[in-house]
């Protein structure tokens, strides 16, 4: 789920950059530090405004200033049990990857209906139930995120299309083309 | 000179690693956050990279967070229209029994049947009769023939 959330962040600034250009070098700090990172619970996309940034405060012993810049920012958060749309991504007999934004999403065959099955013989590779659902790499699919796990700068999720409304849907998503 | 304040108590430790999206919501940090639909997230991330580009003064990211993300908008963002993405944020903010993130959600996943919003989105199970749900996403279908 996209939000947007106010955050904090403190940036330590080397006396040589004080001077008249000093807040527009926090702000392109800021941006550089913090745009497309994860934080292992969730990914700032993009930065919006800043609210407030703190006057400078000179470290005891050093001539370094901290700064604390308050800013609003699009974030990405996924949760257990939200439902998200993804593109697969790679497929094979353990099941399949999906992009969901930035975050790959793992579906274990234990997750996907017991009809949906794997297809070694096809070239590229797929699970598919012998009628209208073929899941291959490129197909768009509704997963739900059964759970997340956080790493450093990285987030891991596993997610099940094995309840109703989710999977392939090539009425749906047909239309997407159409339209563009 | 300023003077800091130094805090007299020492802010709670949050627990994490409780939060869903379930029957219940438990959205951790976020419960009271404003969310926003794929539509939405798309308008505001243009709006924000244009404004950049336009100033000059600081940098559109290029890392592949962002760029996958934004393809990603592109592909399953369901109202390319300003108007129409407008149009369904009113509908939704007049939806007062519903929290932010249900709202979101159902701007995004554009469900047929109030039988599918309630199980893509347990958590409005109980919120809204059948057929309010109904009339509602019916609404929010009728916006997206007009592209």
Same mark, same amino acid.
């Given at each position: ?180 | ?40 997230? &798309?308008?505001? !991330? ?7 580009? +336009?100033?000059? %003064?600081?940098?559109? *990211?290029?890392? @592949? ?37 249900? &709202?979101?959600? !159902? ?7 109030? +039988?599918?919003? %309630?199980?893509?989105? *347990?958590?409005? @199970? ?22």
């Amino acid at each position: 789920m996209f939000f947007i959330h106010e955050l904090n962040r403190t940036i330590t600034l080397h006396p040589s950059y004080f001077g008249p250009h000093m807040k527009d070098y926090l702000i392109h700090k800021l941006h550089e530090d913090v745009e497309g990172s994860c934080t292992g619970r969730y990914f700032i996309i993009c930065v919006i405004e800043y609210e407030n940034i703190t006057l400078g405060r000179i470290i005891p012993g050093k001539g370094d200033a901290e700064f604390t810049i308050t800013y609003k920012a699009v974030v990405w958060r996924p949760f257990k049990g939200e439902t998200v749309d993804g593109v697969v991504s790679s497929v094979n007999k353990m099941g399949f990857f999906a992009e969901v934004g930035p975050l790959t999403v793992f579906v274990s065959s234990h997750l996907i209906p017991r009809d949906i099955k794997f297809d070694p013989t096809s070239n590229p590779p797929q699970f598919s139930d012998n009628g209208d659902q073929i899941i291959n790499k490129g197909a768009h699919i509704r997963i739900k995120l059964m759970g997340t796990r956080s790493d450093v700068g990285k987030m891991h999720a596993i997610g099940s299309i094995k309840e109703d409304y989710l999977g392939y849907d090539i009425f749906k998503y047909a239309e997407a083309f159409v339209i563009n | 000179m300023t003077t800091t304040h130094t805090p007299l108590t020492r802010a709670k430790e949050q627990i994490h690693g409780d939060e869903e999206a379930g029957t219940e919501l438990k959205l951790g940090e976020f419960q009271n956050v404003s969310s926003l639909t794929l539509s939405e997230t &798309k308008e505001v !991330l243009t709006a924000v990279f244009n404004h950049r580009r +336009e100033q000059g %003064k600081f940098k559109v *990211p290029d890392n @592949e967070v962002v760029t996958k993300t934004q393809q990603y908008l592109e592909v399953f963002s369901r109202f390319k229209q300003r108007e129409s993405v407008q149009a369904v944020e009113r509908i939704l903010a007049l939806q007062t029994d519903l929290v932010a993130f249900e &709202k979101s959600q !159902l701007g995004t996943l554009c469900c047929d049947t109030a +039988e599918e919003a %309630k199980v893509l989105i *347990p958590s409005i @199970e109980g919120k809204k009769s059948d057929e309010d749900l109904q009339e509602l996403l019916d609404e929010i279908t009728k916006l997206r023939q007009f592209v």
